[in-house]
């Protein structure tokens, strides 16, 4: 019996407004509509992948409440309890928060720090039933999002697609 893995793709790049939060938004819903199970989860501060699936009242909710992925990075707690349910089928969030913006401090003098978000995955990959978990990143090359890319078997890098001149 061969056993199912969960893939795990970051969308990454360090410069704003190239596409990682509508690249991740619509390949984890149009893998939804497929059938397959799929998290995603907001790594930027500016919550644009958690207003892409709600409304705004209930994202400032989840933003400055205790479960968004800010909370969990910051306690170093497994994401299983900070999962929230999109009004769409096979398809769930970990909301952020505007508190992510300090999460290179948080983060800064913990050990194995690069590693936080993999070992907050763990019980997820292992148990949670998703098929895919897709990650959208902050525009940085700091820190977090070393944790993001160590956490993730593939990465995308959406680029803006503008004229030249």
């Not at 205790?66 to 969030?93: F, G, I, Q, S």
Request: proline share 4%; glycine share 8%; charged share 25%.
């Amino acid at each position: 019996m061969t056993e199912k893995r969960v893939k795990t793709i970051a969308f990454a790049n360090n410069k704003g407004g190239s596409g990682k939060t509508t690249t991740c938004a619509n390949v984890g819903y149009s893998l939804s509509l497929l059938g397959r199970r799929v998290l995603l989860i907001d790594g930027d501060m500016q919550l644009n992948l958690t207003l892409s699936f709600f409304p705004e009242d209930e994202v400032m909710d989840y933003a400055c409440g205790e479960k968004n992925l800010y909370a969990a990075m910051k306690k170093e707690e497994d994401l299983w309890d900070y999962v929230v349910h999109t009004p769409y089928e096979n398809l769930d969030l970990v909301p952020s928060s505007t508190l992510m913006s300090g999460i290179e401090y948080e983060l800064f003098a913990k050990w194995q720090r690069e590693l936080i978000l993999s070992r907050s995955l763990k019980r997820l990959k292992e148990e949670g039933g998703y098929d895919y978990i897709l990650i959208d990143a902050p525009p940085t090359l700091g820190g977090w999002v070393m944790n993001i890319l160590c956490a993730s078997d593939y990465v995308i890098l959406p680029v803006e697609a503008s004229p030249w001149g």
